[in-house]
């Protein structure tokens, strides 16, 4: 079953504005992770965010996390053109020995 | 090395033939998975191994889906008479445990296209 489900799953903005995504789960985690996958291959890892955290930051990314509402949301300030990318949440459950996977967030920059 | 290596990055073959997709890991870490991502949608999990041993190949969509891995190694995922539904890329990852805390790290993928 899916655990994490992203919001929007397409979301087009123009470039400097700030993109926000969503992703909510159903379980409880030991960890929330977010993803980048361009042009439909690898995806690279951005940001892990344990379920003690409230809030992480790397560069111009920005993650919170609510466990009470079950959510995360996925901040990009400043955005780019190179930032065009699909975007995954996935989930560490202390049920599953991998992590469950979001369907994703299709982030297009318009320059 | 120094990422996740799988080759070949492109494949294309006549519906019925075997195909095999290779993946090597980052040295050290003892978890690998396999996932299929047909286009446009999200990941679909296949197998996971931990050294060598896989514990769950329920994610496999059938008998012709097999995988190996060699040590805490190589690893081949082989798909027998091959057919056009199992045209997609075909992911790899790598992890330090078999447990999500380490994150993941993610091969370039293998696009497989079956005519």
């Known amino acids: 079953s899916q655990q994490g489900e992203e919001d929007p799953q397409a979301l087009s903005i123009q470039e400097g504005e700030n993109a926000t995504m969503n992703c909510s789960y159903k379980?409880?985690?030991?960890?929330l992770q977010w993803y980048r996958q361009n042009s439909g291959r690898g995806l690279v890892h951005l940001i892990l965010?344990?379920?003690n955290e409230r809030e992480k930051h790397s560069g111009r990314l920005r993650v919170t996390l609510d466990t009470s509402k079950k959510s995360s949301s996925l901040l990009i300030t400043a955005s780019r053109a190179a930032d065009t990318a699909s975007y995954f949440c996935a989930t560490d459950v202390d049920s599953n020995y991998q992590l469950i996977w979001g369907a994703g967030t299709k982030l297009i920059i318009k320059p | 090395g120094a990422g996740v290596s799988q080759s070949p990055s492109n494949k294309v073959t006549e519906k019925g033939k075997d195909v095999e997709l290779r993946c090597d890991p980052i040295?050290?870490?003892?978890?690998l998975y396999w996932y299929r991502q047909r286009l446009g949608q999200g990941l679909e999990f296949l197998i996971y191994f931990q050294g060598n041993s896989a514990p769950d190949k329920s994610g496999l969509p059938s008998d012709r889906f097999s995988a190996e891995r060699t040590g805490e190694s190589v690893s081949t995922l082989t798909i027998q008479r091959t057919q056009q539904e199992d045209s997609a890329v075909y992911l790899c990852a790598s992890s330090l445990g078999y447990r999500g805390g380490y994150g993941y790290t993610f091969g370039s993928g293998t696009r497989l296209t079956v005519v």
């Open positions: 965010i344990r379920s």
């Open positions: 379980t409880s985690i030991n960890n």
């Open positions: 040295s050290g870490h003892t978890a």
